[in-house]
């Protein structure tokens, strides 16, 4: 059985253009939840994405419905792919990887092996995967789904969530959340820069950060 839902409302060219000053990991110094996997690693880690999350479940080895949504698929889209636990068979490969960029979709994120990385790297298609894999899926006709709620390194993706994905890892956000996120982080990493300056002009770390306080303070009380 094959599921096709609509397409979700993309998130603005704005907030994309803000999510993409953010380094995933100033967002981990205050954010816990919503990283996928830190398994599934960049095949080019130079790339920082951000856009709208276009889900897809593709059980086993049946790529049909990912062939499918090669024709859907719109500028500023995020291919995301539930693979519901097949870590043997690449669902993308060169093919999809040159019908997704001529699409315009802005990356991939797939929660499973890949092929075809030269390819992959060749055309700079931003890719988050498990890894490679020589063993393919084929167009079986049996089953998938298009936008739906899938899991992907253990994080649940909606159709329409905002995706932020670097060289550290994948973020997923809730869109009306994404903007107040964004401008958190994008505030840490200017007091980042004042800080390196200090450090350039001789202050020592954990004199800023209050580490020296903390450790000597409890060091005298041992004493």
């Known amino acids: 059985m094959f599921t096709v839902n609509p397409m979700p409302k993309q998130i603005s060219q704005d907030l994309v253009d803000l999510l993409e000053k953010v380094e995933t990991a100033t967002v981990g110094h205050f954010l816990h939840s919503g990283f996928v996997d830190r398994e599934l690693r960049a095949v080019l880690p ?9 889900t897809v479940r593709l059980p086993h080895a049946d790529s049909t419905i990912l062939h499918y949504l090669t024709k859907l698929v719109r500028p ?34 797939v929660d499973g092996p890949a092929t075809d990385f030269s390819e992959i790297r060749n055309v700079e298609m931003p890719m988050w995967c498990r890894g490679p894999s020589p063993i393919t899926t084929k167009i079986l006709g049996l089953e998938g789904a298009i936008n739906v709620p899938v899991t992907v390194g253990g994080q649940v993706i909606e159709p329409g969530d905002a995706i932020l994905a670097d060289e550290s890892g994948v973020l997923v956000l809730n869109p009306a959340e994404a903007r107040a996120v964004a401008e958190r982080a994008i505030g840490m990493q200017e007091n980042e820069i004042k800080l390196l300056e200090r450090l350039r002009n001789g202050e020592k770390l954990p004199d800023i950060s209050g580490a020296t306080r903390i450790v000597e303070e409890k060091a005298r009380r041992v004493a």
């Open 46 to 54: 130079e790339k920082r994405v951000a856009g709208t999350a276009v």
């Open 76 to 109: 500023g889209d995020i291919v995301v792919v539930d693979r519901c636990g097949d870590t043997k068979h690449a669902c993308w490969g060169g093919v999809v990887t040159h019908s997704m960029k001529i699409a315009g979709v802005k990356a991939g994120i």
